[in-house]
């Protein structure tokens, strides 16, 4: 659905929900009745807070050039950051192998 907004003379703007592309170029008032035109305006965009469009981008690149992993970090050990480690100090789990280069 879109929102389609029109100009009473008698009450001023007021928007109407129709399916796209469907609007008529005049339309009655539904508080006085009056004939009433349709309105150009822009589109309702909203922006994208800056973490999330920073998070978006890191994604969109990682489809055509993911990161590449040579090595383990060596300040953590071998560890990734939060992984669990095993009571004998030893990770848990291995760590990601990351991606070969070509």
């Known amino acids: 659905m879109a929102i389609y907004e029109y100009l009473c003379p008698e009450c001023g703007p007021f928007d109407v929900f129709l399916p796209m592309g469907t609007?008529?170029?005049?339309?009655?008032?539904?508080?006085?009745g009056a004939t009433a035109r349709r309105r150009y305006s822009?589109?309702?965009?909203?922006?994208?807070?800056?973490?999330?469009?920073?998070?978006?981008?890191?994604?969109e690149r990682s489809r055509e050039a993911p990161a590449v992993v040579r090595r383990?970090?060596?300040?953590?050990?071998?560890?990734?950051d939060g992984a669990p480690r095993a009571a004998s100090g030893r990770q848990a789990r291995p760590?990601?192998?990351?991606?070969?280069?070509p």
């Open 23 to 32: 609007a008529p170029p005049a339309r009655n008032c539904a508080a006085c």
């Open 42 to 59: 822009g589109p309702n965009l909203r922006r994208v807070p800056p973490a999330l469009a920073a998070g978006l981008a890191v994604e």
């Open 72 to 80: 383990p970090d060596a300040r953590s050990g071998g560890a990734r």
């Open 95 to 101: 760590p990601h192998p990351g991606l070969p280069r």
